[in-house]
Structures are given as structure tokens and as C-alpha cells.
């Protein structure tokens, strides 16, 4: 019941009730990213959604405009502190999640969930073994299960093994304890970017 029907209908009275507030965030960000490179503030990228389906996930943009696309030796996204791609203002939205909140107009137009697996990029999906193919089974999340406890400390074959368990333990109990979970490792900075010291941890 909680997997089918209400997981989405508090996701979006959640999301709605936060609306008012993210409005007055991109407003603030936004004249942010303005004042340092006057590029646009969104970075509206396709991801690999429920079922397979590809949709554009909202995010403040943390990088130069026209960045290189650069991905890990297993194909996943490059993540790293000392990126010469990110603004001086795009490191700090990262540290604190910052850039992710817009995410939070996928969730009321029903493409995202606020807990969920996080989204990966839609040729992703080739290289996704049949039990890794769970995950799409349900909606991406803002935060997840690997956001959470794990952040980008872990490789991708792991994150996809965390995503999998998740699709199949979904439960108002378990998203709780993600949600309170997120909040404590963005208050404190945990795992943000991905370093050889992190992922042998």
C-alpha cells in the first residue's frame, strides 16, 4: 500500500508544501550563479526514470557553462573537490546538497520521488545487469538509500547493489530513517566527493 499509493501522495503534499520555500532559494541562488558567470541557472539534465523512461531532472548548475563531460574508469559521473570545471559558488551547493533542492519540481510533477534510487544517465541502462534492472521499478529519489549513508564514498557497481535492496524494502519506516539520515550527513559534509581514500573505506 505504502510502495504504491502513498509514498506518492505525501510525496506530493511534500513537495507542495516546500514549494513556496524553493521559489525564494532559486531566487537567491540564482542571482548566485548570475553575478559569477551570468550563465543560465539550471542544469536540466536527462535521467533514466520509473520503468526506463527518460525524463529532465531539475538542478542549480554547479559547473561552467559548456563543461567537459568527464566519467569515472566505470562509466559513472566524475565527481571530485578540486574540479576545475565547478564554480567557486558551485563547490559549496554541492558540500551542502544545495544544488540538488530543485529536484523538488520533479517530485510534484511525479518523475521523482524524495526517497528513492538516485537517477542514473539513460545509456546507463545498457549496462545494467537484469537484477540491477530493479531499480527502475520504482521512481528516483532526491535522496536514496546511497545518498544517505554512503554519499559518492562507494563505486557504482555498489551504489546499483544499494538501489536494488532498496526497490525491494520499501517501507515508510526505511524512508524515514534515509530522510534523517541525509539531513545528518549533509549538516556534517560526509562523503561528498569521491577519492581513492573514500572508496577503500
Avoid at 516546500?18 to 521559489?23: D, S
Avoid at 520509473?50 to 559513472?76: C, H, I, Q, W
Avoid at 533542492?101 to 528513492?116: A, D, E, R, T, Y
Avoid at 554512503?150 to 536494488?164: A, G
Wanted: hydrophobic fraction near 40%.
Amino acid at each position: 500500500m505504502y510502495k504504491n499509493y502513498i509514498k506518492r501522495i505525501s510525496d506530493f503534499f511534500i513537495s507542495l508544501i516546500f514549494m513556496p520555500l524553493l521559489l525564494l532559494v532559486i531566487l537567491c541562488v540564482g542571482i548566485i550563479i548570475k553575478l559569477e558567470d551570468k550563465g543560465p541557472i539550471f542544469y536540466n539534465a536527462e535521467r533514466l526514470g520509473k520503468n526506463g523512461a527518460t525524463y529532465r531532472m531539475f538542478k542549480f548548475r554547479t559547473m561552467t557553462v559548456n563543461a567537459p563531460d568527464l566519467r569515472n574508469e566505470d562509466g559513472s559521473t566524475f565527481s571530485a573537490e578540486n574540479d576545475s570545471r565547478l564554480l567557486k559558488s558551485g563547490s559549496f551547493f554541492r558540500k551542502t546538497s544545495i544544488d540538488e533542492l530543485p529536484q523538488i519540481i520533479n517530485v510534484f510533477l511525479g518523475s521523482m520521488s524524495i526517497v528513492g534510487p538516485r537517477p542514473d544517465l539513460p545509456e546507463h541502462i545498457n549496462q545494467y545487469t537484469e537484477e540491477e534492472k530493479e531499480k527502475l521499478s520504482i521512481l528516483p529519489g532526491v535522496t536514496g538509500y546511497n545518498q544517505a549513508y554512503f554519499r559518492n564514498s562507494i563505486d557504482w557497481s555498489e551504489r546499483k547493489k544499494n538501489d536494488v535492496f532498496y526497490s525491494r524494502n520499501v517501507s515508510i519506516l526505511f524512508d524515514v530513517k534515509i530522510i534523517l539520515k541525509t539531513i545528518q550527513t549533509v549538516i556534517f559534509r560526509k562523503n561528498v566527493f569521491t577519492t581513492k581514500e573514500d572508496v577503500k573505506k
